[in-house]
C-alpha cells in the first residue's frame, strides 16, 4: 500500500505526533504539560533517544537526532533506522495517520521519513490473514520544516520504487516466471511513464543470444529480454546511460545442482538485478529526471532439465565470442553477457550493471555493501560513490587487474565462464568486461539483496538495493548541470 505523503501548516490537536529535535531546548512546549514536560527533561537528561508521551487523546512520540560528531552519512542512516523503529511503535498503536513535526535539517528529516516508509513495507500477498496482519499507516503529514513540495514528493517516489522492487524480488517463482517479470516491468514503464519493449524466445533466436537461449534450455518456460528506455525531449545527455539487471526468476544451478542445505531456498530472488534497474527506471522517469537512460533485464530460469546445456559445452555468445561452460551455475553472467553485447548499439556514456553474481561476493563483505569494479573513469567512480555513501548502500571496490583475465581463459574456446575459487567476484566481472566496449561497472549484490533475517528499514527479504543508489547518481548529475 503506497503511503499518502503531504506538508501541513501546523499540528493539530488530536494528530498522533512525531517530533523531531537534536536538542532539548527546541522542545515545543507549549504541547506539554508540567507533568509531561518533567518527564521528558527527565529521560532526555539520561539520554533517551526516543520518547513517547500518552496524552489520552494522542499519542506524541520525541525523537532525538543529535549524533551531530558522525559523518553526514552516518547521521542520515541512523536517522533511517530511528524512522524505522518509529513506525515499530506507531505500527502496534495502529495510527492510521501520522504528522511529523520537524525541528531539525531537510535532509535528515527526508531520511527519518524514508526509513519509517521502507520501515512500513509489508509482503502480503500470500497471507490468508492479510486484512489482518496489515499495517494500519495510510497518511504521512510532515510540519514545522522547509520541505518542498518537490523533496516530499521524490520520497513518495522512491520508497514505492524500493517498495515495488521488493514486491518482484519476494514473489516466488510459481508466480515470477521470466514471462510474468516482463509484465510487471511493462506495469511499471506504464505507471512510471517509460518505453519498454519485450522480446520473446523467437527474437531471442533471431539476434542469436546464445547465452541467455543456453541457460533457458533446460526450463520449459520461455525467456524474455526487456528494454527499457527513458529519453526525454529535455534530457542533458545525448549518449544514454545504460543499466543491465540480471533476472534469473529461478536459479536451481542448472546440471551443476546446487549441492548444500538451504542454497537453493532463496534463490527466488536471483532476479533482484532486474527487479532493482525496473525500480530505478520507474523512480528517473516518475521524477521526470531529464536524463536519457536505457534498461536491459535478459530473463529466464536455469533448470536441470534432459536438454539442458552441461559442463564442457561451448556456446556461441550474441557478439561471436565463444564460451566454455565449466559450470553451469554461474549462468547469470552467460545471460547478462548478451545483453551487455545488445547494450553497445546505443554507444552508452556508462553502463552500471546489476545482478546477484556470486557468492564470492557476499562472503567477502557479507550484507554491508555492494562489490563494485570496472572500467568506469574515477569521476564516474566517485560520483557513484558518493550516491552510495549517502544513501547507505555502499560500494567496496574490487581491483580489476589484468592478471585476473588469464583465470577465465579456456583450452578450447575463447573464454571459459568460471576462473575457479580464487578471486571469483573479480573474475566473474572480468568475463562481463569482454562484452562491453563503454566505460563499465559491475554491481554484484549478492550480499545486499536479500536479508534473511530483519534488518531494520530495509526488512526482511528483499531489500530493493541498488534502487536509491542509482536514483541519487542520477539525480546528482541532473542537479549538477
Given at each position: 500500500m503506497q503511503i499518502t505523503i503531504k506538508r501541513l501548516s501546523a499540528p493539530r490537536k488530536d494528530d498522533q505526533l512525531v517530533i523531531l529535535i537534536n536538542r532539548d531546548n527546541q522542545l515545543p512546549t507549549k504541547l506539554f504539560s508540567k507533568e509531561e514536560l518533567t518527564f521528558i527533561r527527565r529521560e532526555l537528561r539520561a539520554e533517551k533517544k526516543t520518547i513517547s508521551v500518552n496524552q489520552y487523546r494522542r499519542m506524541v512520540y520525541i525523537q532525538v537526532l543529535n549524533d551531530v560528531t558522525k559523518p553526514e552519512h552516518l547521521q542520515l542512516e541512523l536517522a533511517r533506522k530511528a524512522g524505522c523503529t518509529t513506525i515499530g511503535k506507531t505500527n502496534l498503536a495502529k495510527h492510521e495517520s501520522l504528522v511529523i513535526h520537524s525541528l531539525i535539517a531537510n535532509e535528515l528529516t527526508l531520511a527519518f521519513g524514508e526509513g519509517l516508509i521502507l520501515g512500513n513495507y509489508q509482503f502480503l500477498k500470500y497471507r490468508s490473514a492479510k486484512k489482518k496482519e496489515q499495517n494500519a499507516l495510510k497518511e504521512l503529514l510532515f510540519t514545522g520544516t522547509e520541505l518542498s513540495d518537490r523533496e516530499l514528493e521524490l520520497l513518495k517516489i522512491t520508497t514505492y520504487a524500493v517498495q515495488q522492487t521488493r514486491d518482484l524480488v519476494n514473489e516466488p517463482q510459481s508466480f515470477l516466471t521470466a514471462t510474468e517479470l516482463s509484465k510487471q516491468l511493462s506495469r511499471l514503464a506504464k505507471e512510471g511513464g517509460f518505453t519498454v519493449q519485450v522480446l520473446e524466445k523467437e527474437q531471442i533466436i533471431e539476434l542469436k543470444m546464445g547465452g541467455l537461449l543456453a541457460v533457458n534450455q533446460g526450463s520449459i518456460e520461455p525467456p524474455t529480454f526487456t528494454i527499457?528506455?527513458?529519453?526525454?525531449?529535455?534530457?542533458?545527455?545525448?549518449?544514454p546511460y545504460l543499466l543491465v539487471g540480471k533476472g534469473v526468476v529461478y536459479d536451481t544451478g542448472g546440471m551443476s545442482l546446487k549441492p548444500t542445505a538451504n542454497s537453493m531456498d532463496y534463490m527466488k530472488c536471483?532476479?533482484?538485478g532486474g527487479a532493482a534497474v525496473g525500480g530505478?527506471?520507474?523512480?528517473?522517469?516518475?521524477?521526470?529526471?531529464?536524463i536519457y537512460v536505457v534498461a536491459l533485464v535478459p530473463a529466464t530460469d536455469n533448470r536441470p532439465d534432459g536438454n539442458a546445456y552441461v559442463p564442457g559445452d561451448v556456446v556461441t555468445m550474441m557478439s561471436g565470442k565463444m564460451v566454455e561452460v565449466l559450470n553451469t551455475d554461474a549462468e547469470g553472467r552467460m545471460i547478462l553477457a548478451d545483453a551487455l553485447h545488445y547494450g553497445k548499439r546505443y554507444k552508452p556514456e556508462l553502463t552500471v550493471e546489476f545482478s546477484t553474481l556470486t557468492g564470492a561476493a557476499s562472503a567477502a563483505i557479507g550484507p554491508y555493501g555492494i562489490v563494485a569494479m570496472g572500467t568506469a573513469n574515477e569521476e564516474q567512480k566517485l560520483a557513484l560513490s558518493t550516491a552510495g555513501n549517502k544513501v547507505y548502500e555502499r560500494?567496496?571496490?574490487?581491483?580489476?587487474?589484468?592478471?585476473?583475465d588469464d583465470m577465465i581463459k579456456s583450452d578450447v574456446a575463447d573464454i571459459k565462464n568460471t576462473g575457479g575459487a580464487s578471486g571469483g567476484a573479480i573474475t566473474a566481472g572480468k568475463f562481463l568486461a569482454h562484452f562491453v566496449d563503454s566505460p563499465f561497472m559491475h554491481m554484484d549484490i549478492a550480499g545486499p539483496a536479500f536479508s534473511k533475517s530483519n534488518d531494520s528499514y530495509r526488512g526482511k527479504n528483499g531489500t530493493g538495493v541498488g534502487v536509491r543508489l542509482m536514483f541519487e547518481f542520477f539525480k546528482n548529475i541532473c542537479d549538477n548541470k
Amino acid at each position: 500500500m503506497q503511503i499518502t505523503i503531504k506538508r501541513l501548516s501546523a499540528p493539530r490537536k488530536d494528530d498522533q505526533l512525531v517530533i523531531l529535535i537534536n536538542r532539548d531546548n527546541q522542545l515545543p512546549t507549549k504541547l506539554f504539560s508540567k507533568e509531561e514536560l518533567t518527564f521528558i527533561r527527565r529521560e532526555l537528561r539520561a539520554e533517551k533517544k526516543t520518547i513517547s508521551v500518552n496524552q489520552y487523546r494522542r499519542m506524541v512520540y520525541i525523537q532525538v537526532l543529535n549524533d551531530v560528531t558522525k559523518p553526514e552519512h552516518l547521521q542520515l542512516e541512523l536517522a533511517r533506522k530511528a524512522g524505522c523503529t518509529t513506525i515499530g511503535k506507531t505500527n502496534l498503536a495502529k495510527h492510521e495517520s501520522l504528522v511529523i513535526h520537524s525541528l531539525i535539517a531537510n535532509e535528515l528529516t527526508l531520511a527519518f521519513g524514508e526509513g519509517l516508509i521502507l520501515g512500513n513495507y509489508q509482503f502480503l500477498k500470500y497471507r490468508s490473514a492479510k486484512k489482518k496482519e496489515q499495517n494500519a499507516l495510510k497518511e504521512l503529514l510532515f510540519t514545522g520544516t522547509e520541505l518542498s513540495d518537490r523533496e516530499l514528493e521524490l520520497l513518495k517516489i522512491t520508497t514505492y520504487a524500493v517498495q515495488q522492487t521488493r514486491d518482484l524480488v519476494n514473489e516466488p517463482q510459481s508466480f515470477l516466471t521470466a514471462t510474468e517479470l516482463s509484465k510487471q516491468l511493462s506495469r511499471l514503464a506504464k505507471e512510471g511513464g517509460f518505453t519498454v519493449q519485450v522480446l520473446e524466445k523467437e527474437q531471442i533466436i533471431e539476434l542469436k543470444m546464445g547465452g541467455l537461449l543456453a541457460v533457458n534450455q533446460g526450463s520449459i518456460e520461455p525467456p524474455t529480454f526487456t528494454i527499457m528506455e527513458h529519453k526525454p525531449a529535455d534530457a542533458i545527455n545525448k549518449k544514454p546511460y545504460l543499466l543491465v539487471g540480471k533476472g534469473v526468476v529461478y536459479d536451481t544451478g542448472g546440471m551443476s545442482l546446487k549441492p548444500t542445505a538451504n542454497s537453493m531456498d532463496y534463490m527466488k530472488c536471483d532476479m533482484a538485478g532486474g527487479a532493482a534497474v525496473g525500480g530505478i527506471m520507474y523512480a528517473i522517469s516518475k521524477a521526470k529526471l531529464p536524463i536519457y537512460v536505457v534498461a536491459l533485464v535478459p530473463a529466464t530460469d536455469n533448470r536441470p532439465d534432459g536438454n539442458a546445456y552441461v559442463p564442457g559445452d561451448v556456446v556461441t555468445m550474441m557478439s561471436g565470442k565463444m564460451v566454455e561452460v565449466l559450470n553451469t551455475d554461474a549462468e547469470g553472467r552467460m545471460i547478462l553477457a548478451d545483453a551487455l553485447h545488445y547494450g553497445k548499439r546505443y554507444k552508452p556514456e556508462l553502463t552500471v550493471e546489476f545482478s546477484t553474481l556470486t557468492g564470492a561476493a557476499s562472503a567477502a563483505i557479507g550484507p554491508y555493501g555492494i562489490v563494485a569494479m570496472g572500467t568506469a573513469n574515477e569521476e564516474q567512480k566517485l560520483a557513484l560513490s558518493t550516491a552510495g555513501n549517502k544513501v547507505y548502500e555502499r560500494l567496496a571496490e574490487f581491483p580489476f587487474w589484468d592478471e585476473y583475465d588469464d583465470m577465465i581463459k579456456s583450452d578450447v574456446a575463447d573464454i571459459k565462464n568460471t576462473g575457479g575459487a580464487s578471486g571469483g567476484a573479480i573474475t566473474a566481472g572480468k568475463f562481463l568486461a569482454h562484452f562491453v566496449d563503454s566505460p563499465f561497472m559491475h554491481m554484484d549484490i549478492a550480499g545486499p539483496a536479500f536479508s534473511k533475517s530483519n534488518d531494520s528499514y530495509r526488512g526482511k527479504n528483499g531489500t530493493g538495493v541498488g534502487v536509491r543508489l542509482m536514483f541519487e547518481f542520477f539525480k546528482n548529475i541532473c542537479d549538477n548541470k
